[in-house]
């Protein structure tokens, strides 16, 4: 019976939600722009991107980890991507500052939503 009453829910919870973002209540985000870095190539010393944005996707191509920060230098606080892997920032931002460990160079891919 549980089962069945779920069923219920979701299908009446489907039929709702559709009603409201066609009237305009509810809406999923949308982004006018999608812009491309590609293959920036990032060293020991920290670089300033100055990408406009709400959402960024950085992904590390190249062989070293690269340390991120969003709106501010690098310091003693910063997030690390590893070589392979990449991290979305849902925020509004203005700059993305990246630096490669010491001694070592990267490349990253950065896609920009805004």
């Known amino acids: 019976m549980s089962v069945e009453v779920l069923n219920f829910l979701k ?19 949308s982004y006018p722009n999608h812009r491309f870095l590609p293959e920036v190539e990032v060293n020991d010393v920290q670089e300033e991107l100055p ?43 203005s700059a993305i500052y990246l630096k490669a460990p010491e001694g070592y160079k990267t490349k990253v891919v950065v896609e920009v939503l805004g």
Do not use: Q, W
């Not at 299908?11 to 985000?29: D, Q, Y």
């Not at 996707?57 to 590893?82: C, M, S």
């Open 11 to 29: 299908k009446n919870l489907g039929i709702i939600i559709k009603r409201l973002e066609e009237a305009g209540v509810v809406s999923l985000p």
């Open 51 to 93: 990408v406009e944005g709400m959402l960024y996707k950085v992904k590390v191509v190249g062989d070293a980890p690269v340390y991120l920060n969003v709106d501010r230098p690098i310091t003693d606080e910063y997030t690390v991507v590893f070589p392979g892997s990449y991290i979305i920032i849902p925020r509004a931002a």
